[in-house]
């Protein structure tokens, strides 16, 4: 199983919802000139998802050798509307969790 197709099952096992990917956007945020996140977020319409129509995703490394990948996913909901904003927004919710 290939990157994408990875994601796309995450997607729809986590939204319940047909997912169909649209694009590849390169991400970089910045913090008090540091970089503090740099990646491709990937771009997938939904299908019968009565929340959004898009979602953005990607994964990571994870320091847990139980769970050794990290998928995250973020349903394009304001104030997510964007791939850089779905990276600001876990980001800022990765922070409020204390990871």
Same mark, same amino acid.
Not at 30 to 35: L, N, R
Not at 79 to 91: C, F, G, L, Q
């Given at each position: 199983?290939? $990157?994408?197709?990875?994601? !796309?099952? =995450? /997607? %729809?096992?986590?939204?319940?919802?047909?997912? #169909? $990917?649209?694009?590849? =956007?390169?991400? !970089?945020?910045?913090?008090?000139? +540091?970089?503090?996140?740099?990646? @491709?977020? #990937?771009?997938?319409?939904?299908?019968?998802?009565?929340?959004?129509?898009? =979602?953005?995703?990607?994964? $990571?490394?994870? @320091?847990?050798? %139980?769970?050794?990948? +990290?998928? &995250?996913? &973020?349903?394009? /909901?304001?104030?997510?509307?964007?791939? #850089?904003?779905?990276?600001?927004?876990? /980001? =800022?919710? +990765? $922070?409020? #969790?204390? !990871?």
């Amino acid at each position: 199983m290939n $990157y994408l197709d990875e994601l !796309k099952e =995450v /997607i %729809e096992r986590l939204h319940e919802s047909h997912a #169909e $990917y649209v694009e590849t =956007v390169p991400v !970089k945020e910045v913090f008090g000139g +540091q970089t503090v996140w740099e990646g @491709e977020v #990937e771009v997938f319409d939904l299908t019968d998802n009565p929340n959004a129509s898009r =979602v953005f995703a990607w994964a $990571y490394d994870f @320091e847990d050798p %139980e769970k050794p990948t +990290q998928h &995250v996913t &973020v349903l394009q /909901i304001p104030p997510a509307t964007t791939p #850089e904003n779905a990276v600001r927004a876990s /980001i =800022v919710a +990765q $922070y409020r #969790e204390g !990871k």
